[in-house]
């Protein structure tokens, strides 16, 4: 399409507001026109954190020659015609917008040529003018630098942060496009320093290997898959628990390859990884969505960095289910290893034996779930230390932590009751007084309705003091005031991310599970471990630590020599 001005009536159709905040929003704005101009190599260059200068050179279709001019023109663009055209873009970039706002705030030269043309077009800008053009030999594509950003906005450059910071954010945005389009070739080169560089093959796990390293990125678990023909279509990879980060900014959403954010999506996330993450930590997720562009709004913000989803419910929920279905098929089990001299925990190359291996069939099989359980088929033997259990596995030997274990079979019985609305509630015989400090008067405020869904039912009686006259069955009658108290406590745990229905379930979970040290009968082993064998997740406590760790036959072998 050339490059046309937009009428009126379209224009006020979109989203009005500031495109150029900083200098990673110029390089998004020319590396989004690359893309749209169907280049398989973007090449950006940075210097000062982008103030200095900002290059975007890339080997797409060009822009013709008598049309450079115009497309520094607002509300100039050759991506949309009417106003039909804004119910499903399908280009980065269609507001027209993105030239002659950068032109405005910097000194601006364009180099261009089309695959007929035989010489480039040069253009240059100053505060939004033109002020030389010409003729140049150049390859086709275009190449766009952008220099003294902010030179003539004073306010603005004072806003800025530090060059490091700026850099940061173009490293940042470069990384997570080259995430998005694994198929082209992206390279990034800070004040001289080659940043990042990506093969452009389309193999994604290969553009993570540049960006997150290649110990993370041969970690990472494939969620989904690229070629299923269904809307909404959910792919990419996600970090496995033990590869958790402090911070949530490791989330990358695409939403038919737009970078977008979006807390449903981190959500949705997060969600997946309820009981598998320690408090404060979050995963690593790269994820491609692709939705009817009819269900996405993306002329919501100027930047086009937030969307609008048509369906939220149903999109949580298949993302969600996408990610926890591949947690839970492919997470390994924690190995020792030994090292000369420590014992370590590595997490296992490959994912365990599956059920079907089993050599043969045993009632146990019979009685599973539908759901394939990834653990296998242990024969207890014995406690240790009153504290773990003794199991034997088809490959080698298994110790169970037995609280770990037990944790993770009531944290999922909790949950799944709650789920259904038939929590097991037992009546006290006679309502019990207790007595709560201010801070867990105010948990049991805000989080009263919540308690109620998991048993217990409290009502106030005077000053601080409240009357318990049901409990969660779970808890069985024993030290029922000190577990609500446990529960409260845990509900005012500040900087904790765990929703409060996943905190009370841990909590109860914790208090009623069996204690390290407590002696166990043969048969009460046996039923521990048949109940983690039906849990959706085994290996690993809703804390996030793993219930169990295993010697291999071959290591055992190797051990005493006969290896
Ligand atoms: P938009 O991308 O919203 O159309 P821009 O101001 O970013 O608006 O760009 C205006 C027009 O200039 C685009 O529609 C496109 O036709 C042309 N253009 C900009 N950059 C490039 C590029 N790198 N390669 C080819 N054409 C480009
Ligand atoms: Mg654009």
Excluded at 211 to 222: F, H, K, R
Excluded at 454 to 476: H, N, S
Excluded at 556 to 561: D, P, S, V
Aim: charged share 25%; with cysteine.
């Amino acid at each position: 399409m050339p490059i046309k001005v937009l009428a009126p009536d379209v224009v006020s159709k979109i989203a009005a507001g500031e495109v150029v905040e900083r200098p990673a929003s110029v390089v998004k704005e020319l590396i989004e026109n690359s893309l749209d101009a169907g280049a398989s190599q973007v090449a950006i260059e940075a210097r000062g954190g982008g103030v200095n200068l900002i290059r975007v050179v890339d080997n797409g279709m060009g822009i013709a020659a008598d049309e450079v001019e115009l497309a520094f023109h607002r509300y100039a663009t050759s991506k949309i015609e009417g106003m039909a055209d804004l119910d499903s873009i399908s280009s980065l970039g269609f507001r027209g917008e993105a030239l002659p706002s950068i032109a405005a705030v910097a000194q601006v030269e364009v180099l261009t040529r089309t695959h007929d043309e035989v010489a480039g077009t040069y253009l240059e800008l100053q505060n939004g003018a033109v002020v030389e053009k010409g003729k140049r030999g150049c390859p086709q594509g275009t190449r766009v630098t952008v220099r003294h950003l902010f030179r003539n906005v004073p306010a603005r450059l004072k806003f800025l942060k530090s060059p490091a910071t700026e850099s940061g954010h173009i490293s940042n945005l470069v990384s997570q496009y080259s995430l998005a389009f694994p198929e082209v070739r992206f390279t990034l080169i800070m004040d001289g320093r080659m940043a990042l560089n990506t093969p452009g093959n389309g193999d994604l796990r290969d553009v993570l290997v540049k960006v997150y390293g290649l110990e993370a990125a041969q970690a990472m678990i494939q969620v989904g898959d690229q070629e299923k023909d269904q809307f909404p279509n959910v792919w990419g990879f996600v970090s496995p628990p033990s590869l958790a980060r402090s911070s949530r900014s490791y989330l990358s959403f695409f939403v038919n390859c737009r970078w977008v954010q979006s807390r449903l999506l981190s959500r949705a996330v997060e969600d997946a990884y309820q009981g598998l993450l320690m408090a404060g930590k979050h995963p690593i997720a790269v994820l491609n969505i692709s939705l009817p562009g009819q269900d996405v709004d993306i002329n919501v913000h100027p930047t086009k960095s937030e969307v609008r989803f048509r369906y939220e419910p149903a999109l949580f929920v298949a993302v969600q289910r996408t990610v926890r279905a591949a947690l839970v098929e492919q997470m390994p089990v924690p190995l020792v290893r030994r090292q000369p001299g420590v014992p370590t925990l590595l997490p296992e190359e490959q994912p365990f034996a599956k059920r079907e291996e089993l050599p043969e069939p045993s009632l146990f099989t019979l009685a599973k779930p539908p759901l394939e359980s990834p653990l296998p088929i242990l024969r207890v033997l014995g406690q240790l230390s009153s504290s773990y259990i003794i199991a034997e596995g088809p490959d080698g030997l298994y110790l169970i932590d037995q609280h770990a274990a037990h944790e993770r079979v009531l944290f999922e019985k909790v949950c799944a009751q709650r789920a259904k609305r038939e929590v097991e509630v037992q009546g006290l015989l006679e309502p019990l007084t207790i007595e709560v400090a201010p801070r867990q008067e105010e948990m049991l405020k805000a989080g009263g309705e919540i308690l109620a869904t998991y048993g217990f039912a409290i009502e106030p009686f005077g000053q601080r003091t409240y009357l318990l006259r049901t409990v969660p069955a779970l808890l069985k009658g024993e030290r029922v005031a000190e577990a609500l108290v446990e529960v409260l406590d845990s509900l005012g745990v500040e900087g904790d991310p765990k929703s409060w229905e996943e905190k009370v379930a841990l909590s109860l979970a914790c208090h009623s599970a069996v204690r390290a040290g407590q002696l166990l009968s043969a048969e009460e082993m046996r039923q521990l471990v048949r109940e983690l064998e039906l849990t959706e997740l085994p290996r690993i406590c809703p804390h996030g630590r793993p219930t169990m760790v295993r010697f291999t036959s071959s290591q055992l072998e190797r051990e005493f020599g006969r290896g």
